[in-house]
């Protein structure tokens, strides 16, 4: 038998059951497969998830709330930003400090608009260790989906430990399916035939992600 019947096999079974023969959709799924790979502390989970981050060629750094601001101001003035988008939720503690001009996420703004912007600063939703992925939700402090996929550079701020799971599975449970998701693994990037690699094509070309420790009490979190 092919691989072509049987992966024909599996969709004629997924699709017995339900008047008609279409699919039962209340029918049980098996969920017994592993919800994460192997046990691991916060600390080595939130070590994996630095690591395969940077396997993706994501730039990480690691600070905390107190030296947060300093931090993002850095590397604003080190990526030459001079304007910066800016989700409505984003606390206002978290780019004291830094000079680039605060572009609103607004509803009106056109991917002109956000292409003339240097960089965009968001949270996050929750980032998955095992596959180096961050996941954007459309929360207040993340903003619409474009403005992380419009501007050329974008640092996305993980709360660690709250924000970090070890897999998939987990992260799932944490997320509203009913909201706009963006999953994220690394900065844009694409292969032509030749395997010659671009990035920034369907996104920013450069991905900053900052790992933050600490109570978010009196820090404007």
């Known amino acids: 038998m092919s691989s072509r019947d049987v992966i024909l096999n599996r969709v004629r079974r997924a699709l017995v059951g339900g008047p008609d023969g279409a699919p039962d959709l209340d029918a049980a799924v098996d969920r ?17 998830l ?5 396997d993706y060629r994501a730039i990480v750094h690691r600070t905390d709330l107190d030296g947060l601001a300093e931090l993002l101001a850095r590397l604003l003035a080190e990526r030459g930003a001079r304007s910066v988008v800016v989700p409505p939720g984003l606390p206002s503690g978290w780019l004291e400090g830094a000079d680039p001009v605060r572009v609103h996420d607004l509803e009106a703004s056109t991917a002109q608009d956000l292409d003339a912007v240097d960089s965009v600063v968001t949270g996050c939703a929750v980032a998955v260790a095992e596959t180096g992925t961050l996941v954007l939700d459309g929360s207040p402090d993340q903003g619409r989906r474009r403005i992380t996929l419009v501007p050329d550079h974008h640092i996305c701020v993980v709360r660690v430990p709250d924000q970090v799971v070890s897999s998939v599975p987990q992260a799932l ?8 998701l963006t999953w994220i693994s690394g900065p844009s990037a694409t292969s032509d035939i030749e395997l010659d690699r671009v990035e920034g094509v369907h996104g920013p070309r450069t991905l900053e992600v900052v790992l933050v420790t600490g109570s978010p009490e009196g820090h404007g979190c």
């Open 32 to 48: 017994s497969y592993l919800v994460e790979h192997g046990a691991r502390s916060v600390e080595e989970t939130v070590d994996l």
């Open 173 to 180: 449970r944490r997320l509203d399916p009913a909201r706009p």
């Open 50 to 54: 630095a690591e395969n981050l940077a």
